[in-house]
T-cell receptor, first 113, second 114 residues
Framework: QQQVKQSPQSLIVQKGGISIINCAYE??????FPWYQQFPGKGPALLIA?????SEKKEGRFTISFNKSAKQFSLHIMDSQPGDSATYFC????????????FGKGTMLLVSP | DTAVSQTPKYLVTQMGNDKSIKCEQN?????MYWYKQDSKKFLKIMFS???????INETVPNRFSPKSPDKAHLNLHINSLELGDSAVYFC?????????????FGPGTRLLVL
């Protein structure tokens, strides 16, 4: 049972455009939502994370929007650059105890020059 | 300085063999993890150790046995390798065991079972 659904599977955006990746979760106990960025041949790296007490979190060109009632959250990459081309994973977890991250299936982003 | 390192980077072996993957972190972290990323890039936790103690053991076949000789090392031994074990295995570490602690991933070990 996949508890975090991520879309789209792949995305092509022109340089300077906005990249948007969406995730939906099922478990209402989840209260921690990170995004990871993975370049080819490398391990994932934490990009940005949000908790449900806020509806939006911004770090530079990266913004997470969170909709608790819809159980959805999304990553927006403003002014997308070719260097942003990577696979992006959303994840979700319960913050308490020895919880584990449940990952979405990833979105392969290509930013064309 | 490499924060989380894994050896080997590539591993090609025959079905039925036993192999080990080593992981070391120089971040001074207390918690280490093993993840499996399949051919479709789906990433799933396998094990987690905190201060050398196993704290998370997902439903992984008992052919997989992690070992943590000290806080800086977490090795993964796989017995009787099967075709379905082909994947990229990532080691990661974090300061503490709470999920909100940033996890730092190694570069991965690409295992191909023939």
């Amino acid at each position: 049972q996949q508890q975090v659904k991520q879309s789209p599977q792949s995305l092509i955006v022109q340089k300077g455009g906005i990249s948007i990746i969406n995730c939906a979760y099922e478990n209402t106990a989840f209260d921690y939502f990170p995004w990871y960025q993975q370049f080819p041949g490398k391990g994932p790296a934490l990009l940005i994370a949000i908790r449900p007490d806020v509806s939006e979190k911004k770090e530079g060109r990266f913004t997470i929007s969170f909709n608790k009632s819809a159980k959805q959250f999304s990553l927006h990459i403003m002014d997308s650059q070719p260097g942003d081309s990577a696979t992006y994973f959303c994840a979700a977890s319960k913050e308490s105890g020895y919880s584990t991250l449940t990952f979405g299936k990833g979105t392969m982003l290509l930013v064309s020059p | 300085d490499t924060a989380v390192s894994q050896t080997p980077k590539y591993l090609v072996t025959q079905m039925g063999n036993d192999k080990s993957i080593k992981c070391e972190q120089n971040l001074g972290h207390d918690t280490m993890y093993w993840y499996k990323q399949d051919s479709k890039k789906f990433l799933k936790i396998m094990f987690s150790y905190n201060n050398k103690e196993l704290i998370i053991n997902e439903t992984v076949p008992n052919r997989f046995s992690p070992k943590s000789p000290d806080k800086a090392h977490l090795n993964l031994h796989i017995n009787s390798l099967e075709l379905g074990d082909s994947a990229v295995y990532f080691c990661a570490s974090s300061q503490g065991a709470r999920v909100v602690e940033t996890q730092y991933f190694g570069p991965g070990t690409r295992l191909l079972v023939l």
